[in-house]
């Protein structure tokens, strides 16, 4: 079956430094695969989405990459802020069509 | 403009009881699905309606649990005879009309069963 992995611990991160999430997938090959962020009592919003055929794709300080290689999409959050503190989903695309969502990966940027 | 809309925000209910939770999509969003969200874990799909399709409802979990969309829009998710393991956030999320776009999400419903 299609299995999503996202490290489970929480990332702790110093103000300023690039935090970096792992998506992990198996048994099968997404088109896409999307990030969202969600704030505690909130709904998940719409960060980034990256296709197959690209390797990384930027928006402002955010940075994904896709490796179909090795079944893993990378996200990174460049001169971190405080703000940036959340839970952040990966959610590829299942073979219905439908996003799979991960557990999520909550971080803490400390000022 | 107005973004997606759940209601209520918090119901809480006894076990046995039936409850009813609605979702205002985006205006023109042609697909809509139901997720459920249980304390730190990840978002569960329920159901998904795109248009005049018929439903996915390869994620509902038992005959308890049904959804409709009246008119393309409005859709409401209704749980029967409620258990305990139902606890839980339902989010609803409509998307402009395709599964594969950016899905905008409701603030979503916090179900607590006693």
């Known amino acids: 079956s299609q299995k999503i992995e996202q490290n489970s611990e929480a990332l702790n991160i110093q103000e300023g430094k690039t935090a970096t999430l792992t998506c992990n997938y198996t048994?099968?090959?997404?088109?896409?695969l999307q990030w969202y962020r969600q704030d505690p009592g909130r709904g998940p919003v719409f960060l980034l989405l990256i296709r197959e055929n690209e390797k990384e794709k930027r928006k402002e300080r955010l940075k994904v990459t896709f490796d179909t290689t090795l079944k893993q999409s990378l996200f990174h959050i460049t001169a971190s802020q405080p703000a940036d503190s959340a839970t952040y989903l990966c959610a590829p695309l299942d073979q219905g069509g439908k996003l799979i969502f991960g557990q999520g990966t909550e971080l803490s940027v400390k000022p | 403009g107005a973004g997606v809309s759940q209601s209520p925000s918090n119901k809480v209910t006894e076990k046995g009881k039936d409850v009813e939770l609605r979702c205002d999509p985006i205006?023109?969003?042609?697909?809509l699905y139901w997720y459920r969200q249980s304390l730190g874990q990840g978002l569960e799909f329920l159901i998904y309606?795109?248009?005049?399709?018929?439903?996915?409802k390869s994620g509902l979990p038992s005959d308890r649990f049904s959804a409709e969309r009246t008119g393309g829009s409005v859709s409401t998710l209704t749980i029967q005879r409620t258990q305990q393991e139902d606890s839980a956030v339902y989010l609803c999320?409509?998307?402009?009309?395709?599964?594969?776009?950016?899905?905008?999400f409701g603030p979503g419903t916090r179900l607590t069963v006693t």
């Open positions: 309606f795109q248009g005049n399709s018929a439903p996915d």
């Open positions: 205006s023109g969003h042609t697909a």
């Open positions: 999320a409509s998307s402009l009309n395709r599964a594969s776009y950016e899905q905008y």
């Open positions: 048994n099968y090959s997404p088109a896409y």
